[in-house]
């Protein structure tokens, strides 16, 4: 595993960035891992077609918790029609580290939530891989 990005990785969870609540979200989506349970809760604040201020709360291991909080990062300021073009490749190169296909989920969570809030695409982040599923999904 690459050394910065986990470092990187381990650095957001142990200090999340954008955690906690917005006063009057506009957008607001929350969802779980159905194999483990754990939740991410995302609050967005939109302006002109993008993301003006955003925040995540939940609970989740460390590469769900990570994940939101880098993705929270990412997002803010960023429009509407990008955020939709994102997916599991995105959120891959965002994370920084390899994932073991077991904890892809964990991985993708945050982006789940936040395509759910936005755009009502509730299932999981696919890549641009037409068709294949290697990873089960
Ligand atoms: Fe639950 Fe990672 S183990 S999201």
Known sequence: MDE???????DHY???RNFGHLESPDVVGEEGNPSCGDQIRMELKLKDR???DVRFSGKGCAI????????????KGKPLEEIRKMGRREMLDLLGVEVNPMR???ALLALKV???????????????????DEFGF
């Open 64 to 75: 769900s918790q990570a994940a939101a909080s880098l993705l929270t990062e990412e997002i």
């Open 114 to 132: 936040v395509k759910g809030a936005l755009f009502d695409e509730h299932e999981w982040p696919d890549g641009d891989d037409e068709g294949e």
């Open 104 to 106: 892809l989920k964990c």
């Open 4 to 10: 910065l990005g986990l470092e990187i990785l381990l």
């Open 14 to 16: 142990k200090d999340p």
């Open 50 to 52: 993008r993301v003006e």
